[in-house]
């Protein structure tokens, strides 16, 4: 149309803000998208691939001194270092702890991993404590940064 151009050179061209309603209705379809992707069955193969790693583990040797054992044993303390491996998702791969009979590093236990045919333990902030390999049913071997090796046993 030609008048729609006839409008002089003086004049500013002005875009309206978008009305009120308009971010109601963006905010009711975020809403609607939010509500369902939380709702939206999940499928995966991740956490039956988990069983093999979640349970109780019993660390095959410590290197605890006698005394302290104990004293722990008069105090109602169990002197066996077990681990717990869990399947609840945490920052750095899924939760675990250690029990206070544990040598430091496992008692610092906060979560772990598993990849390519390893099992990797790791403290609070996410660093390697130590990584294990499979020897057979139930029994994970490995040598942490001490050099010191690490034997655990699925109880």
């Known amino acids: 149309m030609p008048e729609k151009f006839s409008q002089s050179d003086q004049k500013m061209l002005a875009v309206e803000a978008p009305d ?8 009711e379809i975020q809403q609607a998208y939010a509500n369902e992707v939380l709702n939206r ?7 039956s691939s988990l069983k093999p790693f979640v349970g109780r583990w019993t660390l095959a040797t410590t290197s605890t001194r ?3 054992k104990q004293v ?3 105090l109602g303390i169990s002197d066996r270092c077990e681990l717990v491996l869990e399947d609840v998702s945490v920052e750095y791969g899924y939760k675990a702890s250690g029990a206070s009979a544990c040598p ?7 979560s772990w991993v598993a990849y390519n045919s390893r099992l990797v333990l790791r403290d609070h902030m996410g660093d390697e404590i130590v990584k294990l390999t499979s020897r057979g049913s139930n ?5 942490n940064k001490d050099g010191n090796t690490v034997i655990l046993n699925k109880s």
């Open 20 to 27: 009120e309603s308009a971010e109601d209705i963006r905010a």
């Open 41 to 47: 069955p999940v499928i995966s193969t991740e956490r």
């Open 139 to 143: 029994v994970w071997v490995g040598v």
């Open 72 to 74: 722990g044993t008069l």
């Open 66 to 68: 006698s005394k302290v």
């Open 104 to 110: 430091t590093s496992l008692f610092m236990l906060d």
